[in-house]
């Protein structure tokens, strides 16, 4: 098993900052990938980015692009998204997922974390 923890959210003003991290441990060897994902309210699960841990393969959602930043730190199994420029519409829950495949598509990745809130203000 992998264990997935996410951090980092909160509450910022628009046109802010967060950096979330994703800190994997448990049974990695095999995951090659890693992906957030986020949930609005009434709103399916949706791509956010992806990388695999040697930053390779980068993917990236396109209203995403360029203010969102993906990134790893292989010593520590962490990966991070740097969140920048936010909008009221990036709020949502973010998910952290680990695979092992670099993917744009959710059932592609096998574990998930809990999740953590990101609230934008207007």
């Known amino acids: 098993q992998v264990q997935l923890v996410e951090s980092g959210g909160g509450l910022v003003q628009a046109g802010g900052s967060l950096r979330l991290s994703c800190a994997a441990s448990?049974?990695?060897?095999?995951?090659?990938?890693m992906g957030w994902f986020r949930q609005a309210p009434g709103n399916e699960r949706e791509f956010v980015a992806a990388t695999s841990w040697s930053g390779g393969s980068l993917y990236y959602a396109d209203s995403m692009r360029g203010r969102f930043t993906i990134s790893t730190d292989n010593a520590k199994n962490t990966v991070y998204l740097q969140m920048n420029s936010l909008k009221p519409e990036d709020t949502a829950v973010y998910y952290c997922a680990a695979g092992r495949v670099t993917s744009k598509f959710k059932n592609s990745y096998d574990y998930w974390g809990q999740g953590t809130q990101v609230t934008v203000s207007s």
């Open positions: 448990g049974r990695t060897f095999g995951i090659y990938a």
